[in-house]
């Protein structure tokens, strides 16, 4: 498992993009219509082969036959960091090692680019979403990173804070070898921080 790319959801994609460019200093590129889920997104290229997603329910498409990815279907309040996802080689194989509540692949695509998610009958992930969603890149395919243009961003540090943080990160550093991301009991949420060409930001 290696990481892939944050998720900044919103209940629209202004506001996603918004909160993201505004705390980053920088524009976000269009991305695209999601099949399957009925989403729509902006993207930004991070350094290491990283990049993030500004998401969305798309207001011009019908309601998913399904529960959203994300667990978009819920999402209130103001755009927020929501979500992560990690990369596997065999997502069938990974997922038996994986806690109950990762879901089952799923075929998505955007325009061109087609690749497998897992989630689950409810669209969310284990530990109230702090749980990575793992998707499987098709072979040969160029990563949507390369295809962004370059930032000068780097993440430093993404933080998950969990009531059961110890056994979250137990769980998790079974799978991911990762410095980057750090563990702190709490009320649910997420933090990520940011080296910018402006200076240290925050999501």
Sequence with gaps: MIFDHL????ITLAEAQGHIE???????????????????NALMGLEDGLYLEAIAPDPDAPPPARPCWYD????????????W?????DLDKELSKMPDGCGAPVKVTRGALH???AVSDQGTTPFDNLWPALLQWPAGIVHPATRLAPTGIRLRRLTLVHPE???????????LDD?????????????????????????
Excluded: K
């Design 7 to 10: 998720v900044v959801g919103a």
């Design 22 to 40: 505004n705390a980053l200093g920088l524009p976000m590129q269009p991305g695209g219509q999601h099949s399957v889920f009925h989403t729509h």
């Design 72 to 83: 978009l279907d819920r999402f209130e309040g103001p755009a927020r960091l929501s979500n």
């Design 85 to 89: 996802a990690c990369a596997v080689d």
């Design 115 to 117: 690749w497998h998610m």
């Design 165 to 175: 943080a110890e056994r979250l990160a137990d769980a998790l550093t079974r799978h």
């Design 179 to 203: 410095p980057r991301v750090a563990f702190e009991t709490g009320s649910v949420a997420m933090q990520a921080v940011f080296d910018t060409p402006h200076g240290q930001r925050t999501l």
